[in-house]
């Protein structure tokens, strides 16, 4: 099984200041097809997982321009350009390149 | 809207069996593969099973092979998780994700307690 490792595990941001989360993985999410499997995910308080990133560095419909995703192989980051309020939650982040698919412990972000 | 609604969720007896449903709506369900996804609770996030879009092809976690069924009815829309031999490492809040890991449901809770 590939093994998702995030840090930190907890963050706690002061509101309009930058974010940043690592992920990496055991083995490389880089699939014959030239994509990388590679999500980012929220959950906020009581609410399921929301898509934020895919494949890396593709925002999902409806993500605000201030999340980022980047990395490349087996090491990956999720950028907050200026945190807001609104993001406060469980970041994690998920390989999709075989299965099972795992995710990361999670990283929980708290507001200052 | 592209909505998944899971249900079938409750409190059982360790030993006995629940049957987890998932309805789909707002996209062409037939044509998507599909995942269940479980959450203890104040735990992370942890994959159980696969289905493909036409249901020939299944995969499941170690943790709950053979004893869990995945199953779908495309002309119904609808998605199941047949959970026999239920454990109390079993409960968890129960979502149902699409295949390309984009939309998930609400979830239901499961409960396996004496």
């Known amino acids: 099984d590939i093994v998702m490792t995030q840090t930190p595990l907890s963050l706690s941001v002061t509101p309009g200041q930058p974010a940043s989360i690592s992920c990496k993985s055991s083995?490389?999410?880089?699939?014959?097809?030239?994509?990388?499997?590679l999500y980012w995910y929220l959950q906020k308080p009581g609410q399921p997982p929301q898509l934020l990133i895919y494949e890396v560095s593709n925002r999902f419909s409806g993500v605000p321009d201030r999340f980022s995703g980047s990395g490349s192989g087996t090491d990956f980051t999720l950028k907050i350009s200026r945190v807001e309020a609104e993001d406060v939650g469980v970041y994690y982040c998920m390989q999709s390149i075989q299965l099972p698919l795992t995710f990361g412990q999670g990283t929980r972000l708290e507001i200052k | 809207e592209v909505q998944l609604v899971e249900s079938g969720g409750g409190l059982v007896q360790p030993g006995g069996s629940l049957r987890l449903s998932c309805a789909a709506s707002?996209?062409?369900?037939?044509?998507?593969?599909m995942n269940w996804v479980r959450q203890a609770p104040g735990k992370g996030l942890e994959w159980v099973s696969y289905i493909s879009s036409s249901g020939s092809t299944i995969y499941y976690a170690d943790s709950v092979k053979g004893r869990f069924t995945i199953s779908r009815d495309n002309a119904k829309n609808s998605l199941y998780l047949q959970m026999n031999s239920l454990r109390a490492e079993d409960t968890a809040v129960y979502y149902c994700v699409r295949g390309y890991m984009d939309v998930w449901g609400k979830g239901t809770t499961v409960t396996v307690s004496s």
């Open positions: 707002g996209f062409t369900f037939s044509s998507y593969e």
């Open positions: 083995q490389s999410l880089l699939h014959s097809d030239g994509k990388t499997y």
